[in-house]
């Protein structure tokens, strides 16, 4: 899961911090109201961008009324006029928080843009003033510290915990000073957030490679073609092909360009985007890592890692850092025997040189067609985005007994957005999924979930149930050729259902600890372990159809799919773990005299982990969003391989019982996807499994042991 994951922890304390003083404007904001559509999935073809600046001022207002009357409660402090208070203030700010931050990631404009540069400092400032009210921290901590004479169960411990724990992390210990100082931090972060995210989008839209002569195309499948000549035509360029960094484009062209010079050129345009001329992140990079510095510090923590791993499961960088050394050894030593195998290819074809980066992708499938024969191209008729849809669909009715029904006219941000209701096996709505699926340039790279709205329990006893999306990057349909997923794409496809899942079958009782408001490094576990269902042979049989014939992908693709299963792990590993492993090191600078050389930095980390020169980061630092585009990922990218670990040792145990039994779906559904953080997520974990997991399930997965 890529991208921007708001928890529950983090939108209750928005809701909380944000909301509203009413200036209301001759035509109605829908922000301003309880939604009156049906399970309230926001007016979208009701809300204009002239809604958005006022219904935050509301909301802030609001907010602020809500958390004075908290404060101003001359009763005791209790669970009901506290916390479940602070869950439920702040209404509008909710509202237009949740649809705002959720359509700039996916369908962006300069318009909203210059909104975001308004109202994202406000939010910082009201997150800050929110956090550190000493008022109110007084009636939190209070809770916190009698939680157990005033006999309150463990799901409230936990809301009590999570928000004294957000107070605490966000200075509500500190002094008059330091507090002070520290909300001009978060301010000053805020904005420095907003600049790297609008370099990189301009930087990735800015490249392109015009190619004029078709013969630069061969090896090119003809979907990708036939987009990048309209994208050319789009563009003024009739008769030319224009290749974009989107990700539909780029992969493809480094898998099966057989020119490689321009693999070369495509590979370098990516790993060189915002690194130079106006859209420079690294003046950016430089700024946030000091800045991130004093903010530790100033919380009492050496360092960001630190900061950053104390609240979740690994505790302590350190032990973020054991955790990728354990695997780093067998990944080299995979990627190793990989790049043997594809110069193999490269010398009995002639080739006269040595692989590179940008061959990786297109040797690693030569290698593929070679060992398993099995070719990619051949295999992309069968996954047909809609096919692979019924398919994530299938899967959570046989593993979890919901069904899903399409919303054709409910409201939308977007006309490729498809919105459904979910149903249990007695006909009852349990939540509202919405999909985005396809690239466009108002679209930020990468894949992600989130929650327009939490679930959670009224005070009467009555459910709010979730609405939660999907938004991708696979290419668009291009005239009678639907689209087309890779593997990849398939297995990202259902890694963001996980996270849906997550959120849609939410059953905890508060919204402070529902849904994903979980551990950073516990939230990918059902995202990746439901990854394993996409290539099981009985699920593929329903669902992977050929999408002109509809015939049913054979037996001996199936076959070969699950042999090469592994095939290229060493370099998918490596390049995620020395991405993490960098992040983690960025975090624990504890002090920068002067800009910091981010190229030298990078390559310092190479030489000290002695990563093979034929693989590079995941992402260098200038369009590393997930640690440099907010705070959501950083010091924390190494929790995907850590909620690996959880993922590879919780599927065995699927494999041992039956990849759909039914006891074990259900003991997964209700002690993983159902509870959200109303327990510690170990104990959670191994009320499913039955013991704390192993790195050597990893190892053992990739057959790397």
Avoid at 97 to 116: G, P, Q, R, T, W
Avoid at 491 to 508: D, K, P, Q, V, Y
Avoid at 616 to 629: A, E, L, V
Avoid at 649 to 677: V, Y
Wanted: proline share 5%; charged share 25%.
């Amino acid at each position: 899961m890529s991208g921007k994951l708001l928890t529950i922890a983090a939108s209750a304390l928005l809701t909380v911090a944000v909301t509203t003083s009413c200036n209301m404007q001759k035509k109605e904001n829908p922000f301003l109201n309880e939604y009156t559509t049906e399970f309230d999935i926001p007016p979208f073809d009701q809300i204009e961008a002239e809604h958005y600046l006022p219904a935050f001022e509301a909301g802030i207002a609001q907010a602020k009324a809500d958390i004075d009357s908290i404060v101003a409660n001359p009763e005791a402090p209790t669970f009901e006029n506290t916390i479940l208070a602070l869950d439920n203030s702040g209404a509008i700010l909710d509202r237009v928080a949740n649809v705002f931050y959720s359509i700039i990631e996916a369908d962006n404009s300069e318009e909203l843009n210059a909104i975001d540069e308004k109202v994202s400092p406000m939010v910082s400032k009201h997150q800050s003033e929110f956090t550190m009210n000493d008022g109110l921290f007084q009636r939190v901590k209070y809770l916190y510290d009698n939680a157990d004479s005033l006999g309150y169960d463990v799901p409230q411990k936990r809301a009590i915990e999570s928000y004294y724990k957000s107070f605490v992390r966000n200075g509500a210990l500190l002094d008059a000073e330091n507090k002070a100082r520290l909300a001009e931090i978060n301010l000053k972060l805020t904005d420095l957030y907003l600049q790297f995210n609008k370099n990189l989008l301009k930087a990735n839209n800015e490249f392109v490679i015009i190619v004029e002569d078709s013969a630069r195309l061969a090896g090119i499948p003809a979907t990708v073609v036939a987009n990048a000549y309209e994208e050319a035509k789009a563009r003024g360029e009739e008769g030319k092909w224009a290749f974009t960094l989107h990700a539909p484009c780029r992969l493809p062209v480094l898998q099966y360009a057989a020119d490689r010079d321009l693999r070369r050129e495509m590979y370098n345009g990516y790993a060189s985007q915002a690194s130079s001329g106006e859209n420079n992140n690294i003046p950016v990079i430089n700024e946030i890592l000091k800045t991130r510095i004093e903010k530790a510090q100033v919380l009492g923590f050496p360092n960001y890692a630190a900061y950053m791993t104390e609240n979740v499961m690994a505790k302590t960088p350190e032990n973020a850092i054991n955790l990728l050394l354990q695997l780093w050894k067998p990944t080299v030593q995979r990627v190793n025997e990989e790049v043997v195998e594809m110069q193999a290819i490269v010398d009995a074809e002639g080739g006269n040189f040595k692989i590179e980066p940008w061959d990786y992708y297109y040797y690693a499938d030569k290698v593929r067609i070679k060992k398993y024969d099995l070719d990619e191209s051949a295999i992309a008729p069968y996954f047909a985005v809609d096919s692979v849809r019924k398919g994530i669909f299938s899967m959570a009715e046989r593993l979890y007994g919901v069904t899903f029904r399409e919303l054709p006219d409910a409201p939308k941000y977007h006309p490729d957005v498809n919105v459904y209701e979910v149903l249990d096996t007695a006909g009852n709505h349990v939540a509202v999924f919405m999909t985005d699926y396809f690239t466009r340039a108002s679209k930020r790279q990468g894949a992600w979930m989130n929650n327009i709205k939490m679930s959670y329990f009224n005070a009467d006893g009555t459910e709010e149930r979730p609405i939660v999306y999907n938004v991708c990057n696979f290419a668009k349909p291009n005239g009678d050729t639907p689209s087309l997923l890779s593997l990849d794409d398939v297995a990202t496809m259902f890694h963001e259902f996980g996270h849906g899942l997550h959120g849609m079958l939410s059953r905890a009782p508060y919204k402070s600890i529902s849904c994903t408001a979980v551990d950073r490094d516990f939230v990918e576990l059902p995202s990746q372990i439901t990854e394993h269902w996409a290539m099981q042979p009985s699920l593929l049989r329903e669902y992977a159809r050929h999408y002109q014939t509809g015939e049913v992908i054979p037996d001996d693709l199936i076959e070969k799919i699950a042999a090469a299963s592994a095939h290229n792990a060493g370099f998918n590993l490596a390049e995620r773990l020395a991405a993490s492993y960098l992040d983690l090191k960025y975090g624990l600078i504890e002090k920068m005299d002067g800009d910091l050389d981010v190229a030298a930095f990078e390559q310092q980390i190479v030489d000290e982990l002695g990563m093979p020169k034929e693989v590079q980061y995941r992402y260098h630092s200038p369009y590393f969003k997930h640690i440099f585009g907010s705070d959501g990922y950083a010091s924390g990218y190494y929790t995907y391989t850590w909620a690996e670990v959880l993922d590879k040792d919780g599927f065995e145990l699927f494999k041992e019982r039956g990849i759909f039994d039914p006891a074990t779906a259900q003991s997964f559904k209700e002690n993983i996807l159902e509870a959200g953080n109303t327990e510690d997520p170990m104990t959670l974990y191994v009320r499913f499994r039955g013991h704390e997991p192993s790195a050597d399930a990893v190892l053992r997965h990739y057959g790397l042991k």
